[in-house]
């Protein structure tokens, strides 16, 4: 919101000495936000001039242009004499005429600096203006002429100030519960409220006329959440306008710094009153108009050309204005195109309405069509400004563009149009809430000074919010506009004492062990979007999810899936690094993943309205919202270790994603297992599972080369991915148990077992472990061999085994019968057999 100060002023006190600054500083210390602030383009020596004669001359290049004498003052000083010769090429001003003459030294918008200069022949010692390059419109077509304004000020009058050319804006950003600020009325109340100047309110100054007769119907078949969707619906009529009336300076100068551009005389008045009061107006050609006005949804085929000429297919849920032709606008958006006001209109109906704000915000996004008006509707506009807003704008057609007021109108108003709710306000709610010490007087004061209706009571006040506070619903809202009048900086900065015993929580602190980890092993963690496609869903999903949840108004429909695995994220990270040179990549990313539940209960039951949902209803919810673990996955190409003197690259490949998923174990305080698996999205035979205990906790492999091409990286591609709420659920949060290190030697051997190609290595591990018992503290896999020597469907597997006691050294002959003991478990089970 754009706030011109000279217009604040009229509403407001000022100081003399105001300056923008100081109304930033104001406005910031209720709880708005500083944006920016506005000047005029125009500075120096702007005045008003007259045209004493002129000689048209016809130049070479077939234009015509006029050397001008022109008064600029009444009497001669230094270096600067009172008759100016001036180059114009204009053609729409004779002898006599007032027009606005840009001096040497002035600065026009542009920025286009005026001099003195040769041109035509001539030196022309200045510039006549037009009003476009003044900044009051886009008319070019000729000079301004200041008695087409109504101006007949002396000459030498500085035109500056008097087209209202220097004034200056403050821009403030408004947030969406406080759809009032984004007036001039609101802003002048915000500014009474952070600095106590008097305040004189806009709309009580006006009396609202009357008129009837026009037939105006409220027809809403489909409210939305039952909220009918208009609820006031005011018209006015004026007869006898000019359309092509120029709008006055003041006015063009205010809607620019305010930020709206002039369009014609009604728009801009239209546009004026809404900056001015907050009620967004529209203006109808009533000679174009077909019977009443029916406020209805849109009904199955209907279109509708806006005013911007587009056609646009309407929705059931749109509300529009109609009248016996159809579709005429889209209320609370745009107008329609067949009543717009033009050149040739002299009869205009005023339209002041309000409109239930969440219509208005879905049909503007659905139609993808942001206007003022609708910004102001979705936030919520004073249900009782609409009938002073459309009086002053009959007031004001009737003074610049010559109209005539009519009897014809109408008055729309339901009985629930700007009735708030009662709100109880304890007394020590302020204290309680927001940790200030303000006595029930000034609260009380307070809220009447915001404008609602306070009662008090035994146990402290009855509160009626004002009209245009649609925000204030419940008591800690009008504890926040006490505390924000008050000031949030005399809140008391206090930092609560931490309870002893107290810190992360076991889970915290092993999801924070496997970040550093893998950040101090070396990988760079990155953060990506949890919405991803349904394919990518279904290509790295473990189990059917259909693509997945779906996300209600994603802002891609491409990605409107909640991801099932971190792995898409990690592909799309790789594939825009890989894009930008960095073709060695080792990534890693923690995070939730998201597991459809199963139900798909959606919000239809959700009681509208400040009703509390059943505990049975919330029980539904939570149980349909489904498994959302907290999971780390890691992805890797290129070269692991890059080239350098004496030593020679090494490619990533699978061992890489293998090495984390023991460093993730390790940061867990588990051991974890692989299981040879398959996945489509795998290469065949580089995936296993990772098993902790019976259950899956996890994948690691190598993509199939395909589909790493597909993303646009290199063939190899490795990942791996852990769910570690689902370790830590297991380990039931069992304290790491630290063995002692024995003093003794160790005994180590070899073993090489042929199996078939069914049995994977990890079963046969683990009975080698088993049958072994204690003394075994270690082995691992250091070769499959399956070749010459060995039957088809067959393997040999051998193992490095290390043995060791806590009570002495072990002889060779103790730790062969612990490895035999472990070799016979493992051919009873699994039919393993001693290689020879």
């Given at each position: 919101m754009r706030i011109p100060l000279r217009w604040l002023g009229e509403f407001v006190e000022l100081p003399d000495s105001i300056t923008p600054e100081d109304v930033h500083h104001s406005l910031v210390s209720i709880g708005l936000e500083e944006e920016a602030i506005h000047r005029s383009e125009i500075s120096g020596p702007v005045v008003v001039g007259e045209v004493l004669e002129f000689v048209a001359e016809e130049?070479?290049?077939?234009?015509?242009?006029?050397?001008?004498?022109?008064?600029?003052?009444?009497?001669?000083?230094?270096?600067?004499?009172?008759?100016?010769?001036?180059?114009?090429?204009?053609?729409?001003?004779?002898?006599?005429?007032?027009?606005?003459?840009?001096?040497?030294g002035s600065v026009l918008p542009g920025p286009f600096p005026i001099t003195s200069r040769k041109t035509y022949g001539h030196i022309s010692d200045g510039m006549i203006a037009s009003a476009r390059e003044l900044g009051l419109g886009d008319e070019h077509d000729g000079i301004l002429l200041l008695e087409s304004l109504g101006i007949d000020e002396p000459v030498g009058t500085d035109a500056i100030s008097l087209l209202g050319l220097g004034d200056v804006a403050c821009e403030v950003n408004v947030t969406p519960d406080r759809g009032y600020a984004l007036s001039m009325r609101g802003i002048a109340r915000e500014y009474h409220h952070a600095t106590g100047a008097a305040f004189r309110d806009p709309a009580l100054a006006i009396t609202p006329g009357e008129?009837?007769?026009?037939?105006?119907?409220?027809?809403?078949?489909?409210?939305?959440?039952?909220?009918?969707?208009?609820?006031?619906?005011?018209?006015?009529?004026?007869r006898g306008i000019d359309p092509t009336k120029p709008t006055p300076a003041w006015m063009v100068s205010r809607l620019s710094l305010a930020g709206m551009r002039s369009?014609?005389?009604?728009?801009?008045?239209?546009?004026?009153?809404?900056?001015?009061l907050g009620q967004p107006l529209h203006a109808y050609d009533l000679d174009r108009l077909s019977g009443g006005i029916t406020v209805r949804r849109a009904r199955s085929g209907e279109k509708l050309t806006t005013l911007d000429g587009v056609e646009r297919e309407l929705f059931a849920e749109d509300l529009l204005i109609t009248d016996d032709s159809g579709p005429i606008g889209m209320a609370g958006v745009m107008g329609g195109l067949s009543t717009e006001i033009t050149d040739a209109s002299t009869t205009v109906l005023i339209e002041a309405a309000g409109f239930e704000p969440v219509t208005i915000q879905r049909t503007q996004r659905r139609h993808k069509l942001p206007s003022e008006a609708s910004k102001r509707f979705s936030r919520g506009v004073d249900p009782l400004v609409a009938e002073a807003a459309a009086e002053r704008a009959v007031e004001l057609l009737e003074k610049y563009a010559g109209g005539t007021r009519d009897s014809l109108g109408s008055r729309v108003i339901s009985e629930t149009a700007g009735v708030m709710p009662e709100l109880a306000l304890a007394k020590n709610a302020v204290a309680d809430l927001a940790g200030m010490d303000v006595s029930g007087d000034d609260t009380r004061t307070i809220l009447l000074d915001i404008g609602a209706t306070v009662v008090p009571t035994e146990n402290g006040f009855l509160v009626t919010p004002p009209s245009w506070r649609p925000d204030l619903v419940d008591a800690p809202g009008l504890v926040e506009e006490v505390a924000r009048i008050v000031g949030y900086d005399t809140i008391a900065s206090v930092l609560p004492t931490a309870p002893p015993g107290r810190g992360l929580s076991a889970e915290q602190k092993a999801r924070r062990r496997v970040s550093h980890s893998l950040a101090a092993w070396g990988a760079t963690e990155v953060l990506s979007?949890?919405?991803?496609?349904?394919?990518?869903?279904?290509?790295?999903?473990?189990?059917?999810?259909?693509?997945?949840?779906?996300?209600?108004?994603?802002?891609?429909?491409?990605?409107?899936?909640?991801?099932?695995?971190?792995?898409?994220?990690?592909?799309?990270?790789?594939?825009?690094?890989?894009?930008?040179?960095?073709?060695?990549?080792?990534?890693?990313?923690?995070?939730?993943?998201?597991?459809?539940?199963?139900?798909?209960?959606?919000?239809?039951?959700?009681?509208?309205?400040?009703?509390?949902?059943?505990?049975?209803?919330?029980?539904e919810l939570s149980a349909s919202i489904g498994h959302q673990p907290w999971s780390v996955g890691a992805l890797f190409l290129g070269d692991s270790t890059s080239r350098s003197p004496g030593l020679e690259a090494r490619s990533s490949d699978v061992g890489d994603a293998l090495d984390v998923v023991n460093l993730i174990g390790t940061a867990l305080g588990v051991t974890f297992e692989l299981a040879s698996a398959t996945h489509p999205a795998f290469h065949p035979g580089r995936y296993a599972q990772v098993l902790w205990g019976s259950s899956v906790v996890g994948r690691v492999g190598e993509l199939l080369p395909s589909l790493a091409r597909a993303h646009d990286l290199p063939e190899r591609v490795s990942v791996c991915e852990i769910d570690v709420d689902a370790v830590l659920v297991q380990s039931d949060g069992a304290p790491h148990i630290a063995h002692p290190i024995s003093v003794f030697p160790a005994a180590t051997q070899d073993v090489s077992l042929v199996v078939s190609d069914s049995v994977s290595a990890a079963e046969l591990a683990a009975a080698l472990r088993e049958g072994a018992g204690e003394l075994m503290e270690s082995l691992h896999l250091v070769d499959d061999y399956r070749g010459a020597g060995i039957d088809e469907g067959f393997k040999s597997l051998t193992f490095a085994l290390r043995f060791r006691s806590s009570e002495g050294t072990l002889t060779q002959a103790e730790a062969t019968e612990a490895k035999e003991a472990g070799v016979a478990l493992a051919a009873s089970r699994h039919g393993a057999t001693l290689r020879a």
């Open positions: 130049q070479s290049n077939g234009k015509t242009i006029r050397w001008c004498q022109v008064r600029v003052s009444n009497e001669d000083a230094p270096d600067a004499p009172a008759i100016r010769g001036i180059v114009c090429g204009a053609g729409n001003f004779e002898q006599g005429d007032r027009v606005v003459v840009a001096l040497p008129g009837s007769g026009f037939p105006v119907v409220i027809n809403d078949e489909s409210p939305v959440r039952g909220v009918v969707g208009c609820e006031v619906f005011i018209t006015r009529a004026v369009i014609s005389l009604p728009v801009d008045i239209t546009n004026y009153v809404m900056l001015e979007y949890p919405f991803v496609s349904a394919q990518a869903n279904d290509t790295f999903s473990l189990e059917d999810v259909a693509g997945g949840i779906t996300v209600a108004n994603a802002l891609d429909l491409a990605t409107n899936r909640m991801r099932v695995s971190l792995i898409p994220g990690l592909l799309a990270t790789a594939h825009r690094n890989y894009s930008r040179g960095f073709t060695s990549q080792a990534l890693y990313e923690t995070g939730l993943v998201f597991v459809p539940g199963s139900t798909d209960l959606g919000t239809s039951t959700i009681p509208v309205g400040n009703e509390r949902p059943s505990e049975k209803i919330l029980e």
